[in-house]
DNA sequence: ATACAGATCTTGACAGAGTCAAAACTTCTT
DNA sequence: AAGAAGTTTTGACTCTGTCAAGATCTGTAT
């Protein structure tokens, strides 16, 4: 014992309660999975939750570092459990999916710009953003026509 | 001839409107403009604009590459004309500054991901996740109370 | 067990940024 | 000058996300 996703909770000082080991069971079985999915999830799971504890309970978990927060520019927010590597992603212009991607360079390679200019800089996002192959065949297939 | 804006825009088969002229002089004149400063600068120019006005001449001179857009999370989208070369971005959690970071490695260095996996990828955006010496003086002196 | 304080959730209004659709108006070409 | 295609206006609307206040639940100390 100690593992468990309650215990996850106690031990960073939260209480427990079913709207936040729903979500973070959404987190943890889907994914890159967005806000909404997760409410969507979530309530399939316990019957209901708010949207506001949805994001309470997403921000408070980034906050502890049980999950992850990736901000794709110009597209909804995504949460994922892979936490403490890093790592980037991969998405798809056209589908939207999310793929992780581990980092090219080593452990930190962009943590550290060129110029900090006294900066304080706490997070470094990578984001690759072109085709996936199904989309790329697909673009190929339909201009055939 | 043939560098003016309207010459820009017709070298790329675009009609030459007053409202696209105005969005690009903004854009020019004020690196990292939002969209809505956009519409407050070319309405002084040019008398009015309408919102979609200012959406659709970015959207397309973007899409001609005349401009580039860059899209903080959390924060309404900028744009800037420096285009053509690949530097990143440096974003204040506090006020939400943005200030341009030349790539740390080189060229283009983020743009090739340890496993491409078969996608197409034709852009790496690389955010800095920080706060700038502003607010961190700020808040020490808050602090202080 | 019981009660309490504080943490958490619900509800419902609200905001910012951007998109959609249809009609009116310009620009470029002939 | 005239027409077709490209642009702009207008106004409603969506999507993410936030705020605030009161109701409810959790963990801990009786």
Redesign the pocket.
């Known amino acids: 014992m100690g593992d468990e996703p309650?215990d996850l909770?106690?031990k960073h000082?939260?209480?427990?309660?079913?709207?936040?080991l729903a979500?973070l069971r959404a987190v943890s079985g889907k994914p890159h999975i967005?806000?909404?999915g997760v409410a969507e999830v979530a309530n399939a799971e316990?019957g209901?939750?708010?949207?506001?504890?949805?994001?309470?309970?997403l921000?408070?978990l980034v906050e502890k570092g049980l999950i992850r927060r990736i901000?794709p520019t110009?597209?909804?927010?995504r949460y994922e459990t892979r936490v403490g590597d890093n790592h980037h992603h991969l998405i798809c212009r056209v589908c939207g999916r999310v793929v992780d991607v581990d980092c090219a360079v080593g452990s930190a390679p962009c943590l550290t710009p060129a110029e900090g200019r006294d900066y304080e800089i706490d997070e470094a996002e990578v984001v690759y953003w072109g085709r996936c192959p199904e989309c790329r065949a697909r673009a190929r297939t339909d201009s055939e026509v």
Chains 1, 2 share one sequence.
């Open positions: 309650a909770l106690r000082g939260l209480h427990v309660t079913a709207q936040r979500v967005t806000a909404d316990i209901a939750i708010s949207r506001q504890a949805v994001y309470d309970a921000a408070v901000q110009g597209a909804p927010a």
